[in-house]
């Protein structure tokens, strides 16, 4: 077995130790020093191939044992002391503006750019030729993003690396790939980790989401064989669907896909956290709209049954604007439900545990302000132009149009904390996908269904 072999096995065990729990170490400073030397070494490209993965493979290997000051530190460390260097940048720039116009402006160019070549990007570009390099390299920037907020000066390292990350993960080289209950069960451990949106409970419940008549499709990297980067798992029916209990009851008939003329995508998951603001969702669904369309002929609708996860946590930002949606109408209809005062009392009484539905006079009385309440946040709040809530984000920016709102369609208690168990269909229309995308990006215009604007047009 050769040196870095051995080396891809100690990180192999190493990482099975963190996952463990083993509790890693604080970083003495003579550790630090000789991280430095590893990392001048890894900049300098010392040596040939097999030196560059060993010295690769062991700084990844020091890196997994540090604890979290220790991987401050370190990331520290390669951004501040391993950028270009100025003077050579300075010296580069003054001879590229002195051959402007000459024979030699070309070679001055490429001199320029040279220097400007950060040795930051070098060591980073090392670990991609370790086994587990590439998921060695999305967990680190995974924890350079929490570090972020406290250190600034780690901006100019997150950049280099999300640029790296998305010429790596570049939607040519990504797997399209059904998983199915024969899938590798250490990939189906992997589905029950990640998903983000409606928890998987059982081993029952997983094997519900992917029967015949559901689908689930993943992207992966060739790098990374048994991480899903983004999966999304599909309802085949034979309509729009208005209530996630349903579609996620174990209990429920299998339907017969063949006849089904909806698919309906009700969950969408992003698994990497070192991955954020590398894109690949949309492509993500318009390949599977392929892949349906050639499988099930008679499919014509595409929609989600999607959450609206910022809606409590946006009226609690804005009681005022959330209050507006209330009628003089409502207001006596919540009394006559036992709710007085200011309508600001009635977030007090809609606990997250969703007891409160039980109520029947007080669900009849808040159904049609609340429904108001979810139309305006969605068409209306705003961040940067754009929709505040990241789910509807995502869906109108892959073109689809906010189609219908769901009364408490899902009832679980995430369900209500996050949006009073209300719920909403995005849907993609072939026809209008193009255009809606055009508008949203340009003017951050959102497409709606009349009935979802008259909503949130009224008070």
Same mark, same amino acid.
């Given at each position: 077995m050769s040196a870095t072999d051995l080396l891809a096995r100690s990180l192999s065990k190493v990482?099975?130790?963190?996952?463990?729990?083993?509790?890693?170490?604080?970083?003495?400073?003579?550790d630090i020093a000789r991280l430095r030397q590893q990392l001048q070494e890894c900049a300098e490209s010392r040596g040939g191939e097999v030196s560059t993965r060993q010295r690769a493979a062991r700084l990844a290997e020091a890196y997994l044992r540090l604890n979290d000051n220790g991987r401050r530190r370190f990331l520290l460390m390669i951004a501040l002391e391993f950028g270009p260097d100025p003077a050579r940048v300075a010296k580069a720039h003054e001879a590229y503006q002195a051959a402007v116009g000459s024979p030699g402006q070309w070679d001055a160019e490429a001199r320029l750019r040279g220097a400007m070549r950060s040795r930051r990007l070098r060591i980073l570009t090392q670990f991609n030729a370790i086994p587990q390099g590439v998921k060695f390299l999305v967990d680190l920037r995974a924890d350079l993003l929490r570090y972020l907020p406290d250190e600034p000066l780690l901006k100019p390292?997150?950049?280099?690396?999300? $640029?790296r990350l998305t010429a790596w993960f570049d939607v040519?080289?990504?797997e399209l790939q059904r998983i199915t209950w024969q899938s590798p069960a250490a990939l189906l451990e992997k589905l029950v980790q990640y998903e983000a949106v409606h928890e998987i409970r059982s081993w029952d419940d997983l094997k $519900?989401?992917?029967?015949?008549?559901?689908?689930?499709?993943?992207?992966?990297? #060739?790098?990374? #064989?048994?991480? =899903?980067?983004?999966?999304?798992? *599909?309802?085949?029916v034979d309509a729009l669907a208005d209530d996630v209990q349903k579609l996620l009851d174990i209990n429920a008939p299998l339907a017969d896909a063949n006849r089904a003329t909806t698919a309906i995508f009700y969950s969408i998951s992003a698994t990497q956290d070192g991955l954020r603001g590398v894109s690949f969702g949309n492509f993500l669904l318009k390949r599977v709209v392929e892949d349906l369309q050639r499988d099930f002929p008679k499919l014509k609708t595409f929609s989600t049954l999607s959450p609206i996860p910022g809606l409590m946590s946006w009226v609690r930002r804005n009681p005022a604007d959330a209050a507006g949606v209330f009628?003089?109408?409502?207001?006596?209809?919540?009394?006559?439900?036992?709710?007085?005062?200011? *309508?600001?009392? *009635?977030?007090?009484?809609?606990?997250?545990?969703?007891?409160?539905?039980?109520?029947?006079?007080?669900?009849?009385?808040?159904?049609?302000?609340?429904?108001?309440?979810?139309?305006?946040y969605l068409l209306n709040a705003r961040r940067d132009g754009k929709p505040v809530d990241p789910v509807a984000r995502f869906h109108l920016g892959n073109g689809a149009r906010v189609e219908r709102l769901n009364w408490l369609a899902?009832?679980? #208690?995430?369900?209500?904390?996050?949006?009073?168990?209300?719920?909403? $269909?995005?849907?993609?229309? =072939?026809e209008r996908i193009e255009n809606n995308v055009e508008a949203?990006?340009?003017?951050?215009?959102?497409?709606?269904?009349a009935a979802v604007r008259r909503m949130a047009r009224q008070p």
């Open positions: 990482r099975a130790l963190v996952s463990a729990g083993q509790r890693p170490r604080e970083a003495s400073e003579r390292l997150d950049r280099e690396l999300e $640029n040519g080289f990504l $519900n989401r992917l029967d015949s008549d559901r689908r689930c499709y993943a992207f992966f990297h #060739p790098r990374m #064989p048994l991480e =899903p980067l983004i999966f999304v798992q *599909v309802a085949l009628t003089e109408a409502d207001r006596k209809r919540l009394v006559a439900a036992g709710i007085e005062g200011d *309508v600001e009392s *009635v977030w007090t009484r809609l606990s997250g545990d969703g007891r409160w539905a039980a109520d029947k006079a007080l669900a009849r009385a808040l159904r049609d302000p609340l429904l108001r309440l979810a139309a305006h899902d009832t679980s #208690p995430k369900g209500f904390d996050q949006s009073l168990g209300i719920m909403v $269909n995005y849907l993609y229309d =072939p949203f990006s340009s003017d951050g215009e959102v497409d709606a269904a």
